[in-house]
């Protein structure tokens, strides 16, 4: 796998693993939508998750990364629809969708 493409990989995997800290064991969706600076954290991760994603897309198109066009267009909404961001769908894909792109993402990492 190119250099890059890890790196961008690992970088997913550390905004990934924020995401859970920032969250600690205890994952209340009360928490999360009280807390406007908690919500600002993983509203930030989940743009770098998604600009990373860009970039491996740019370096190689066909690289295989489940939903990687949704997580790219997430990553569009969550900046450019800031104002529109719904919280909801913010906690299902902190709650669906990022367990399973951790798990994927580490098994490309864990190739080298």
């Known amino acids: ?3 890059e493409i890890n790196k961008y990989l690992y ?7 924020s995401v859970f800290d920032y969250l600690g064991s205890e994952r209340n969706f ?12 993983i509203e930030r991760e989940i743009e770098i ?13 066909d690289f295989v990364l ?3 066009r949704k997580i790219v ?12 961001v ?3 769908i913010i906690w299902g894909i902190i709650s669906n969708h990022l367990p399973k792109l951790k798990s994927e993402v ?4 864990n190739e080298d």
């Open 73 to 84: 267009d997430t990553r569009n909404w969550v900046i450019h629809g800031y104002d529109k």
């Open 106 to 109: 580490e098994t490309y990492l």
């Open 30 to 41: 009360m928490e999360y939508q009280n807390n406007k600076l908690l919500r600002r954290a």
């Open 49 to 61: 998750i998604g600009e990373a994603v860009n970039r491996i897309l740019k370096i190689d198109p």
């Open 66 to 68: 489940t939903h990687a």
């Open 1 to 3: 796998m190119r250099r």
């Open 11 to 17: 970088d997913i995997h550390i905004s990934i693993e």
């Open 86 to 88: 719904d919280e909801v």
